[in-house]
């Protein structure tokens, strides 16, 4: 048996639905929790911080990490042209998640996660040793 004091939340915030999971050890992940994403910021950051804390219960969070659609800021905190979530451009999203959370707060590009995730994990490993993967998407961000 192994008792689990700490964990991680690994998230996908996309244009229409926001999937977050936890993980004991970065190698399994609990069945992602889905909803649609919020249009206003304010209210998906509510969303997400009781998703969190449901998703840990009683344990601590050692970090968080995970995607959000379109390009981010130079130091990673905040999205800064999110096309389908709008109130959420330049919001501090980084700041609030640490916040309110208290752990470390890693941001991607939602894209380039699923990419990274393809190659080393999914359809992509078989390719890499050749020494590309390319990862095309078509999601909500296309319209």
């Known amino acids: 048996m192994i008792l ?6 690994l998230f996908d915030i ?5 999937r977050l999971a936890s993980s004991y050890d970065l190698k399994r992940f ?4 889905i909803h649609k994403t919020p249009q206003n910021f304010k209210k998906g950051i509510v969303q997400f911080i009781t998703i969190s804390k449901k998703l840990a219960g ?4 050692i970090a968080i990490a995970g995607g959000i659609p379109g390009p981010l800021d130079k130091k990673r905190t ?3 042209n999110a096309p389908n979530l709008k109130s959420w451009n330049n919001q501090p999203f980084k700041a609030k998640i640490e916040n309110e959370l208290k752990a470390d707060v890693y941001l991607e590009n939602d894209t380039a996660m699923v ?3 393809e190659t080393h994990y999914g359809a992509g490993v078989k390719y890499k040793k050749n020494g590309i993967v390319a ?3 078509i999601s909500t961000g296309v319209g």
């Not at 609990?30 to 929790?33: D, R």
């Not at 009683?58 to 969070?61: C, F, P, Q, S, W």
């Open 58 to 61: 009683n344990k601590k969070i």
């Open 78 to 80: 905040k999205v800064i």
């Open 30 to 33: 609990t069945k992602p929790v």
């Open 135 to 137: 990862y095309i998407t």
């Open 14 to 18: 996309g244009g229409s639905k926001m």
């Open 115 to 117: 990419a990274l995730g």
């Open 4 to 9: 689990v004091t700490k964990l991680y939340i």
